[in-house]
């Protein structure tokens, strides 16, 4: 494609797991350039980049979404035509050891930028034309927990249950409301739990991993009953790109894997796993690992994404079924789970 043609976005918070992945499957696509602003907190890793570090279309800068000096510097240098933002703290049980960082990126931190993109839409609406998106990234927790049937859908009200999910709901608002008051042009996506190569050792799937590699317990809280809809990182990046390029403006998109499994059953699925890839060294399964221990406090019992919405009007859907996208994460971690940054840590994650 001739660079004449090539878009530009801001992706905020790109060197994170969910970021980092978009980033470079957009890349893959080649006809945007993505500037890539990370505050670098402890989820942000460059290493999780390296490999499009030198790309020609890919330009990182450090710094914080509440910095609208610089991001309104950004938007008017490089006339951006979309603004994708993954920026925010993201792991529920910090959050309630320390909400308040959550409150200041999640919702502080999505102010600032709703406040500079606002600035540069309304300075330079006669160069975007009807091209111009503001993509919030958000997650399926906002809407709280669900009984044992019925899925969440664009309607369902938001009911958090954490101080992070308190914190994403509050700047799902703002965008809302940015919309409705200033005409933004604004989308909100709420997708489910994510997983696949380099996500941030604190999360269940890869800490589960590695913790098994290293003859660790493999902490679950409570009865691990809890259940969650997991989506392949790769699918979610597709699905990102579709509602960007083709979603109404003003409009919220459900993405979901429609992969609904227990926390017990994920742990058991990786242990099934590593004892085909990598086995024990005594020849035991990694099942024996699996420890219980005390349930989180207000931990919502189970999440289900209704993603028709999307499906129908954007025609997308998974490509990657639970089975095929576990064995595929598995199997990255194994090759590269020593270069990961940050070390394996005991929190118990979902």
């Known amino acids: 494609m001739g660079e004449r043609n090539l878009r530009t976005w801001l992706v905020t918070g790109g060197s994170g797991f969910i970021g980092s992945n978009f980033i470079r499957y957009i890349l893959r696509q080649g006809d945007v350039h993505v500037i890539n602003?990370?505050?670098?907190?402890?989820?942000?890793?460059l290493e999780s980049l390296e490999d499009v570090c030198e790309?020609?279309?890919?330009?990182?800068?450090?710094?914080?979404?509440?910095?609208q000096t610089l991001v309104k510097a950004l938007l008017h240098q490089y006339q951006l035509q979309a603004v994708v933002n993954f920026a925010a703290e993201s792991h529920v049980d910090r959050s309630i050891e320390g909400?308040?960082?959550?409150?200041?990126?999640?919702?502080?931190?999505?102010?600032?930028?709703?406040?500079?993109?606002?600035?540069?839409?309304?300075?330079?609406?006669?160069?975007?034309?009807?091209?111009?998106?503001?993509?919030?990234?958000?997650?399926?927790?906002?809407?709280?927990?669900?009984?044992?049937?019925?899925?969440?859908?664009?309607?369902?009200?938001?009911?958090?249950?954490?101080?992070?999910?308190?914190?994403?709901?509050?700047?799902?608002h703002l965008v809302r409301a940015y919309f409705h008051t200033y005409g933004l042009p604004t989308l909100t996506t709420n997708c489910s739990n994510n997983y696949g190569p380099y996500q941030f050792p604190e999360k269940l799937i890869p800490?589960?991993?590695?913790?098994?590699?290293?003859?660790?317990?493999?902490?679950?809280?409570?009865?691990?009953?809890?259940?969650?809809?997991?989506?392949?990182?790769?699918?979610?990046?597709?699905?990102?790109?579709?509602?960007?390029?083709?979603?109404?403006?003003?409009?919220?998109?459900?993405?979901?894997?429609?992969?609904?499994?227990?926390?017990?059953?994920?742990?058991?699925?990786?242990?099934?796993?590593?004892d085909e890839l990598s086995p024990r060294p005594d020849g035991g399964s990694y099942r024996k690992q699996i420890v219980f221990v005390t349930d989180?406090?207000?931990?919502?019992?189970?999440?289900?994404?209704?993603?028709?919405?999307?499906?129908?009007?954007?025609?997308?859907?998974?490509?990657?079924?639970f089975t095929t996208g576990l064995r595929k994460t598995v199997q990255w971690y194994l090759k590269n789970w020593n270069g990961i940054n940050g070390s394996v840590t005991e929190v118990i994650a979902e």
Request: proline residues 4%; hydrophobic residues 30%.
């Open 37 to 45: 602003l990370d505050k670098l907190t402890y989820a942000g890793n």
């Open 55 to 67: 790309h020609p279309y890919y330009s990182f800068i450090q710094g914080d979404i509440a910095d």
């Open 99 to 172: 909400p308040g960082d959550f409150i200041q990126t999640n919702i502080v931190g999505t102010f600032h930028l709703l406040e500079a993109v606002r600035s540069y839409w309304n300075e330079d609406r006669k160069n975007h034309k009807d091209e111009f998106r503001f993509l919030q990234i958000s997650t399926d927790e906002v809407y709280g927990s669900l009984g044992s049937t019925g899925h969440f859908t664009e309607t369902t009200p938001y009911a958090p249950n954490s101080p992070y999910s308190a914190s994403k709901a509050s700047s799902d």
């Open 207 to 274: 800490l589960m991993i590695l913790n098994a590699l290293e003859g660790k317990d493999l902490p679950i809280y409570g009865d691990g009953k809890n259940i969650r809809d997991w989506l392949y990182v790769l699918d979610h990046c597709i699905a990102l790109k579709t509602v960007i390029e083709r979603g109404n403006i003003g409009e919220t998109y459900n993405i979901g894997g429609s992969n609904e499994k227990s926390n017990l059953d994920v742990v058991r699925n990786i242990c099934d796993l590593l």
């Open 296 to 321: 989180r406090a207000g931990h919502d019992q189970r999440y289900a994404i209704d993603s028709t919405k999307l499906q129908t009007t954007l025609d997308w859907r998974p490509e990657e079924t």
